[in-house]
């Protein structure tokens, strides 16, 4: 498995927000998001070649049982499944960061699904193949519903500009069902300006839909600096 980077910091994201806990980032993604914030796993990838035992053995140095898979986007990542279940064995909380763009039978605690509106296809002339592949790809409501069924979950939308809402709403209406205190919204921002900028009235947005706020505590806390 091709891993990015393995760290020990605080969830910065979601529900278990503030909760210290065990990163396995892993590199390789089948999107090109253009506001990434993480381009060392999917404009530019990189990274080594880890096994199992290798994984679990870096996390035994942690002192938590929170477990996140990260990255990139882990559902692509080679033998993620039997990570998930090796994580459960030994007694981990595991929570999954995903696009849900595709399915692979894994485990999880807590399914972080984080759907790409179209505000993050790339918009840059060197983009190459990409706007088309990412426009094309970003949106599977099939995987996104059957992530949902598989565990505690959180829809997690970054949004970049009020008209984004229209977006959300509309996958939401595609989805059999779901719980409005489980969809959070977040401001798009790659530092604490950018967040402040739009966190206002993100955060009205969300009053008024019955949504959750979501903020990025690792940029207020560290910026947005890798392994944080």
């Given at each position: 498995m091709r891993i990015n980077s393995i760290f020990f910091s605080i969830q910065g994201e979601g529900k278990l927000a503030g909760a210290p806990s065990?990163?396995?980032?892993?590199?390789?993604?089948?999107?090109?998001?253009?506001?990434?914030?993480?381009?060392?796993?999917?404009?530019?990838?990189?990274?080594?070649?880890?096994?199992?035992?290798?994984?679990m053995a870096r996390?035994?140095?942690?002192?938590?049982?929170?477990v996140v898979l990260t990255g990139g986007e882990p559902l692509i990542a080679r033998d993620v499944e039997s990570l998930t279940r090796r994580l459960r064995r030994d007694g981990y909380h595991v929570t999954l960061e995903t696009a849900a763009t595709v399915w692979k039978d894994i485990v999880c605690d807590l399914a972080s699904i984080s759907p790409k509106l179209s505000n993050s296809t790339p918009r840059d002339g060197n983009a190459g193949q990409w706007p088309r592949r990412h426009e094309r790809s970003r949106i599977n409501v099939d995987v996104i519903a059957r992530l949902m069924s598989l565990a505690d979950y959180q829809l997690?939308?970054?949004i970049d500009a009020p008209q984004d809402i229209d977006e959300v709403d509309g996958l939401l209406a595609c989805l059999p069902t779901y719980e409005p205190d489980s969809v959070l919204l977040m401001p798009q921002g790659l530092n604490t300006q950018e967040l402040t900028s739009r966190g206002a009235w993100v955060a009205e947005l969300c009053e008024r839909k019955g949504f959750g706020y979501c903020p990025r505590l690792h940029i207020e806390l560290f910026g947005n600096v890798p392994g944080t």
């Open positions: 065990a990163f396995v980032r892993t590199s390789g993604c089948n999107l090109r998001c253009r506001w990434c914030d993480t381009p060392e796993t999917s404009w530019h990838p990189a990274g080594d070649s880890l096994g199992i035992d290798e994984i996390l035994g140095e942690f002192d938590t049982k929170y997690k939308f970054v």
